[in-house]
Nanobody, 124 residues
Framework: QVQLVESGGGLVQAGGSLRLSCEVS????????MGWFRQAPGKEREFVAA????????YYADSVKGRFTISRDNAKNTVALQMNSLKPEDTAVYYC?????????????????WGQGTQVTVSS
Protein backbone atom coordinates (compact mmCIF):
# COMPACT_ATOMS: atom_id res chain seq x y z
CA GLN A 1 0.00 0.00 0.00
CA VAL A 2 0.98 3.57 -0.68
CA GLN A 3 -0.53 6.59 0.99
CA LEU A 4 -0.40 10.00 -0.65
CA VAL A 5 -1.25 13.30 1.02
CA GLU A 6 -1.28 16.56 -0.94
CA SER A 7 -0.85 20.03 0.50
CA GLY A 8 -0.18 23.56 -0.68
CA GLY A 9 -3.35 24.42 -2.54
CA GLY A 10 -5.13 27.72 -2.09
CA LEU A 11 -6.38 30.90 -3.70
CA VAL A 12 -4.04 32.98 -5.83
CA GLN A 13 -4.40 35.78 -8.35
CA ALA A 14 -3.66 35.23 -12.01
CA GLY A 15 0.06 35.47 -12.65
CA GLY A 16 0.88 34.23 -9.17
CA SER A 17 2.56 31.05 -7.96
CA LEU A 18 1.77 28.08 -5.78
CA ARG A 19 3.79 25.05 -4.75
CA LEU A 20 2.00 21.77 -4.20
CA SER A 21 3.58 19.00 -2.20
CA CYS A 22 2.75 15.31 -2.00
CA GLU A 23 3.96 13.27 0.94
CA VAL A 24 4.35 9.57 0.18
CA SER A 25 4.31 6.82 2.78
CA UNK A 26 4.11 3.05 2.69
CA UNK A 27 6.05 1.17 0.03
CA UNK A 28 9.55 2.17 -1.09
CA UNK A 29 9.12 5.55 -2.66
CA UNK A 30 11.99 5.36 -5.11
CA UNK A 31 10.46 2.55 -7.14
CA UNK A 32 7.49 4.59 -8.40
CA UNK A 33 6.81 7.11 -11.07
CA MET A 34 4.77 9.96 -9.66
CA GLY A 35 2.24 12.14 -11.37
CA TRP A 36 0.01 15.14 -10.87
CA PHE A 37 -3.46 15.32 -12.35
CA ARG A 38 -6.22 17.87 -12.03
CA GLN A 39 -9.97 17.94 -12.34
CA ALA A 40 -12.11 21.03 -12.83
CA PRO A 41 -15.88 21.03 -12.17
CA GLY A 42 -17.75 19.28 -14.96
CA LYS A 43 -14.55 18.12 -16.64
CA GLU A 44 -12.62 14.89 -16.78
CA ARG A 45 -9.45 14.38 -14.80
CA GLU A 46 -6.49 15.47 -16.89
CA PHE A 47 -2.77 14.85 -16.80
CA VAL A 48 -0.55 17.70 -15.61
CA ALA A 49 2.96 16.35 -15.05
CA ALA A 50 4.90 13.21 -14.16
CA UNK A 51 8.38 12.25 -13.09
CA UNK A 52 10.18 8.91 -13.46
CA UNK A 53 12.05 6.90 -10.84
CA UNK A 54 15.40 8.62 -10.86
CA UNK A 55 13.85 12.04 -11.26
CA UNK A 56 15.60 12.47 -14.60
CA UNK A 57 12.67 12.06 -16.98
CA UNK A 58 9.79 14.47 -16.66
CA TYR A 59 6.62 14.89 -18.65
CA TYR A 60 4.22 17.80 -18.93
CA ALA A 61 0.89 18.56 -20.50
CA ASP A 62 1.20 21.16 -23.24
CA SER A 63 -1.02 23.50 -21.28
CA VAL A 64 1.50 23.77 -18.41
CA LYS A 65 4.87 23.48 -20.17
CA GLY A 66 7.17 26.32 -19.25
CA ARG A 67 5.02 27.28 -16.25
CA PHE A 68 4.96 24.18 -14.02
CA THR A 69 7.87 22.14 -12.74
CA ILE A 70 7.65 18.71 -11.14
CA SER A 71 10.38 17.48 -8.81
CA ARG A 72 10.95 14.73 -6.28
CA ASP A 73 13.00 14.23 -3.16
CA ASN A 74 13.46 10.54 -2.50
CA ALA A 75 15.15 11.17 0.83
CA LYS A 76 12.10 13.07 2.07
CA ASN A 77 9.55 10.92 0.25
CA THR A 78 7.93 13.90 -1.39
CA VAL A 79 7.05 15.08 -4.87
CA ALA A 80 6.36 18.73 -5.58
CA LEU A 81 4.66 20.74 -8.30
CA GLN A 82 5.85 24.31 -8.62
CA MET A 83 3.22 26.32 -10.48
CA ASN A 84 4.12 29.73 -11.85
CA SER A 85 2.27 32.21 -14.06
CA LEU A 86 -1.02 30.71 -12.98
CA LYS A 87 -4.11 31.27 -15.08
CA PRO A 88 -7.81 31.08 -14.18
CA GLU A 89 -8.05 27.95 -16.32
CA ASP A 90 -5.63 26.23 -13.94
CA THR A 91 -8.37 26.24 -11.32
CA ALA A 92 -9.07 22.63 -10.31
CA VAL A 93 -8.59 20.02 -7.66
CA TYR A 94 -5.06 18.71 -8.02
CA TYR A 95 -4.28 15.08 -7.29
CA CYS A 96 -1.00 13.32 -6.65
CA UNK A 97 -0.73 9.76 -7.95
CA UNK A 98 1.73 6.88 -7.82
CA UNK A 99 2.42 4.47 -10.65
CA UNK A 100 3.81 0.96 -10.13
CA UNK A 101 4.43 -0.25 -13.66
CA UNK A 102 6.69 1.10 -16.36
CA UNK A 103 3.91 2.38 -18.60
CA UNK A 104 3.16 5.74 -20.24
CA UNK A 105 2.73 8.27 -17.45
CA UNK A 106 0.05 10.55 -18.89
CA UNK A 107 -2.92 8.20 -18.48
CA UNK A 108 -4.86 8.28 -15.23
CA UNK A 109 -5.77 4.60 -15.42
CA UNK A 110 -2.06 3.71 -15.30
CA UNK A 111 -1.81 4.96 -11.72
CA UNK A 112 -2.37 2.71 -8.76
CA UNK A 113 -2.63 5.07 -5.80
CA TRP A 114 -4.18 8.50 -5.44
CA GLY A 115 -4.24 11.25 -2.87
CA GLN A 116 -7.36 13.02 -1.70
CA GLY A 117 -6.70 16.15 -3.74
CA THR A 118 -6.04 19.80 -2.96
CA GLN A 119 -8.00 22.75 -4.34
CA VAL A 120 -6.25 25.38 -6.44
CA THR A 121 -8.24 28.47 -7.32
CA VAL A 122 -6.84 31.18 -9.59
CA SER A 123 -8.78 34.44 -9.68
CA SER A 124 -8.73 36.78 -12.67
Amino acid sequence: QVQLVESGGGLVQAGGSLRLSCEVSGRTFSTYAMGWFRQAPGKEREFVAAIRWGGISTYYADSVKGRFTISRDNAKNTVALQMNSLKPEDTAVYYCAAQLARVPPATASHYDYWGQGTQVTVSS
